[in-house]
């Protein structure tokens, strides 16, 4: 059974969130867009914030997928929110060795400057990568944890 997928962007990644719809349809991912519905101007926070909850009350059942200018400002917000741990995905393997590694379940990507029909590959291979569940990398998951629980 393929996990929910939560997406949403700014307005820098508006056009790229339709691309990237087209491929989830494609691959048969059930998807739910939480925003923004035009290309007008808004804070990337808001539409992080917005994924990040859905996949919090969704846990181990869905993945997130956020796109912004750069993808940094998504991944740096939607990491702010307990038990999400989002990456920036910019090739394959970073995509990969997120989810493989470091369990990942939100996918930031950016919309400027990137080559958008690079989107299909590092898509299928984060939603299709599992977890390793290595005990060094639970183990490191469990100190990040920890930290955020902490601070």
Same mark, same amino acid.
């Given at each position: 059974m $393929?996990?929910?997928?939560?997406i @949403?962007?700014d307005?820098? *990644?508006?056009?790229a969130?339709?691309?990237?719809? #087209? ?5 048969g991912?059930?998807?739910e867009?939480?925003g ?5 101007s808004?804070?990337f926070?808001?539409y992080?914030k ?9 846990f181990?059942?869905s993945?997130?997928?956020l796109?912004?200018?750069s993808? $940094?400002g998504?991944a740096?917000? @939607?990491?702010?929110?307990r *038990?999400?741990?989002?990456?920036l995905g910019?090739? #394959?393997y ?11 379940n ?6 400027r400057e ?7 590959k590092i898509i299928e ?6 977890f ?5 990398h639970q183990r490191?998951i469990?100190?990040v944890t920890?930290?955020m629980?902490?601070?």
């Open positions: $393929n996990k929910k997928i939560f @949403a962007s307005h820098a *990644g508006f056009l969130k339709q691309d990237i719809k #087209e491929i989830l349809l494609e691959l991912y059930e998807f867009d939480l923004p519905f035009n290309e007008d808004v804070d926070p808001i992080a917005k994924v990040a909850q859905k996949v919090q009350d969704n181990n059942l993945f997130g997928i796109i912004c200018g993808g $940094n998504m740096i917000a @939607a990491n702010k929110f *038990g999400i741990r989002a990456n910019y090739d #394959e970073s995509a990969k060795f997120s989810r493989l590694d470091n369990d990942a939100i996918l930031t990507l950016r919309a990137f080559d958008h029909s690079n989107y299909r291979t984060f939603l299709t990568t599992e390793s569940g290595l005990a060094r490191r469990e100190q920890q930290m629980e902490e601070n």
